[in-house]
């Protein structure tokens, strides 16, 4: 299993994204948290992606945190299973 996850979040509204990201790291669930604007799958209109990552055993409170506070959002997660020099790039 790895040791960090990345958590990605797709959010509609820049508020919404800004207060879902400051509640996650105010809480400890992030070591590190990005946010970007993207086009929506459906290609009709801007959403907010935030990338999180966190550790293996945060995974699970940090995805219920995004469903409860952002009702609807895509939220996907992958293992960081390889770094060159040991430690994570955003550390």
Request: proline share 4%; aromatic share 6%.
């Amino acid at each position: 299993m790895a040791e960090f996850i990345e958590v990605r979040a797709t959010v509609e509204g820049h508020e919404r994204a800004a207060a879902l990201a400051r509640g996650i790291f105010s809480a400890g669930l992030a070591a590190s948290i990005d946010i970007a604007e993207v086009t929506s799958p459906r290609g009709d209109t801007t959403v907010w992606e935030l990338t999180l990552i966190t550790t293996d055993g945060q995974v699970p409170t940090l995805e219920r945190r995004i469903r409860e506070t952002a009702d609807g959002c895509s939220v996907t997660r992958r293992p960081i299973t390889h770094d060159d020099d040991a430690y994570p790039d955003w550390l």
